[in-house]
Structure formats: C-alpha cells, structure tokens
Nanobody, 116 residues
Framework: QVQLRESGGDLVQPGGSLRLSCVVSSGLFGLSTMGWYRQTPGKQREMVAEFVRGTATYADSLRDRFTISTDYAENTLYLRMNGLSHEDTGIYYC???????????WGQGTQVTVSS
C-alpha cells in the first residue's frame, strides 16, 4: 500500500510562488510514475507534471512556470509553481503508480488559492 500526503497549499497573491510537497510512504524507489494533478473550478482533473520512468513531462500550458522534482532521501515529490494566476486556483493532488501493478495511488490533495 502506497500512501501519499500532500502539503504546501496556501493562499497566494497573483504573481506569487508556492512549493508543494508530497511525501510517499513507501519511498520513491519502485514507483514507475509519480506526479501532480489538479482540479480547478469547472474543469476536469488534469495532469500538471509527472515523472514517467524517470522522464519529466508537463502540461504544455504550464511547463514554463512549474517544475517537478524529487528528493529520494526524503521520500518526497515537489512541485514548484511560479507566476501564479487566478486560473491556477484549485486542489492539487499527488499520484503514483508502482512497477508491480497498475493501481493508481492518490493523495487527498492540497488547496491552492490565488487571490488578491
């Protein structure tokens, strides 16, 4: 069983930055994919950025402002977000899958609100 716990969501002004964290209970080794998704108001959940077998991929509209990274020693996945706008408001989720199966593991999400 893989448990994911996100943190770092906050209220931030337009143009501001945040770093989200996702601690993975089983560690990062053994994960075939790990990444960030978001649910913004009125839209379906979408992929923000993820590692697939070690290669980072981004949503085209976000690649210039968002950066995904890892810290294997801390069992943590990060998402650095710069130049935030109202459109980035939403719940951000961490997702992972393992090499051993196809089960998707999700965290409970962390709220990001961009407002002046």
């Amino acid at each position: 069983q893989v448990q994911l716990r996100e943190s770092g969501g906050d209220l931030v002004q337009p143009g501001g930055s945040l770093r989200l964290s996702c601690v993975v209970s089983s560690g990062l080794f053994g994960l075939s994919t790990m990444g960030w998704y978001r649910q913004t108001p009125g839209k379906q959940r979408e992929m923000v950025a993820e590692f697939v077998r070690g290669t980072a991929t981004y949503a085209d509209s976000l690649r210039d402002r968002f950066t995904i990274s890892t810290d294997y020693a801390e069992n943590t996945l990060y998402l650095r977000m710069n130049g935030l706008s109202h459109e980035d408001t939403g719940i951000y989720y961490c997702k992972a899958t393992t090499f051993l199966g196809t089960t998707e593991y999700w965290g409970q999400g962390t709220q990001v609100t961009v407002s002046s």
